[in-house]
């Protein structure tokens, strides 16, 4: 009987998904009858593939065995025998803006394989893209699914770009080492001493395979002697480099050199009055429970040491991120930061705090994210406030902030 089978399964999946948008005859030039059977006729050709690797073998069994052969099944009609996509006079649909060219590892390397497996199985509105891609979680199992996306990262044929599972949610003050597209807007308030609010205004691009620019422009306002004062403070430009990724291992690294200018008012407190170099380094560890870990230690080098002091800072960050829907859905990351910070002066003591947080994903895309957290001093406590800290992220590399809700 081949009223359930896997062929008609995979078949139902692919015809489905693609009916609803396959350009045939337009409706108003034929009768709606007509329209419906030229689009399954269509729709029936496309999903050709899944047909002759029903003859391969014996009985009503679809060999999908291997995630080539899944593929060539039901994915090599749309999405070409080389990954790049089949050509719209032949698939007949206008591809949209998202649609993925496999071969580009820089459009692939930065999504995890849970990211894949969400629109695999559930299509492609559910993680906010279009429609045209269907849902196959009547047509594949989740091994099949694994399989096929593990042939799809075959297409990209450079090893040495760093995967997106080493992209570890973002901490509210810890730096990570994967280099990334984002915007980020943070915020910190006073929530116990005097009055005062900083934000940073937060861009980083990814150019070339490891390298990543940073522009961050610091906005500050404070009550001093109940007046309120506001003004930029000391602009980081930045670069970083990955040094290190294993997947294998969950485990990256990087180096960061920063040049912070003295763009603030030194007088008002919102800057340091000198150029200052910063450089440090940056370790992400992730475990296959996602439990990650991720480390951060640095120097502040002031040019004039008289005007402001060298430092050093070591942070760490520790977390555990959670997804609805088996993983597939929204994230939650909760966290806890323990940060320090010492003046290399005589006498100086070492700052300690501790910030826990939790992020969560916004939009259905992920690629907006939100984060909120309270910093709160351990010793040295005079002359230090308790802040209320949070952001909003939005990863540009996966969309305009209009789209993927």
């Excluded at 555990?320 to 290399?344: H, I, K, N, Y």
């Amino acid at each position: 009987m081949l009223e359930d089978s896997p062929v008609l399964r995979f078949a139902r999946a692919n015809i489905a998904g693609r009916s609803a948008w396959c350009p045939v005859l337009p409706p108003g030039k034929t009768s709606l009858k007509l329209y419906r059977i030229a689009v399954f006729l269509s729709s029936l050709l496309l999903s050709t593939p899944i047909w002759v690797l029903a003859q391969e073998q014996s009985g009503s069994a679809l060999r999908l065995d291997t995630g080539e052969r899944i593929f060539k099944a039901g994915c090599v009609s749309c999405h070409g025998s080389d990954g790049r996509g089949t050509p719209k006079t032949i698939a007949g649909f206008e591809p949209p803006d998202t649609f993925p060219d496999f071969t580009r590892c820089d459009q692939t390397t930065a999504e995890p394989d849970s990211s894949w497996k969400a629109i695999i199985t559930h299509g492609g509105p559910y993680r906010g893209f279009s429609q045209i891609m269907p849902s196959f979680s009547e047509a594949l199992t989740e091994e099949q699914i694994d399989k096929v996306i593990h042939y799809l990262r075959g297409f990209c044929k450079n090893p040495h770009w760093p995967r997106g599972e080493l992209n570890l949610p973002r901490a509210l003050v810890t730096e990570k080492a994967y280099p990334e597209n984002e915007v980020v807007i943070s915020n910190a308030v006073n929530a116990k001493g005097a009055p005062g609010v900083e934000s940073h205004v937060i861009h980083e691009q990814r150019f070339g395979v490891k390298n990543q620019l940073e522009v961050d422009v610091p906005v500050q306002f404070q009550d001093q002697n109940h007046i309120w004062y506001g003004g930029i403070g000391d602009v980081t430009l930045g670069l970083k480099r990955e040094i290190f990724s294993s997947l294998r291992t969950g485990s990256i690294f990087s180096l960061q050199g920063s040049v912070l200018l003295p763009s603030g008012s030194r007088t008002r407190g919102f800057g340091n009055g000198t150029t200052t170099f910063e450089t440090f380094a940056a370790f992400d560890q992730l475990f296959p429970t996602n439990t990650f870990i991720q480390f951060q230690t640095g120097a502040d080098l002031p040019r004039h040491t008289g005007i402001a002091p060298q430092s050093l800072f070591w942070n760490t960050a520790v977390g555990q991120s959670f997804g609805a829907d088996g993983g597939l859905g929204r994230l939650w990351s909760p966290m806890v930061e323990f940060l320090a910070g010492r003046d290399l002066q005589t006498g100086a003591k070492t700052n300690w705090d501790v910030l826990p947080q939790m992020q969560v994903t916004i939009s259905r895309r992920q690629h907006i994210r939100g984060d909120l957290g309270v910093r709160v001093p351990v010793n040295n406590t005079a002359g230090r406030p308790v802040q209320v800290m949070f952001y909003l992220l939005w990863d540009w590399g996966d969309g305009k902030l209009t789209e993927g809700w």
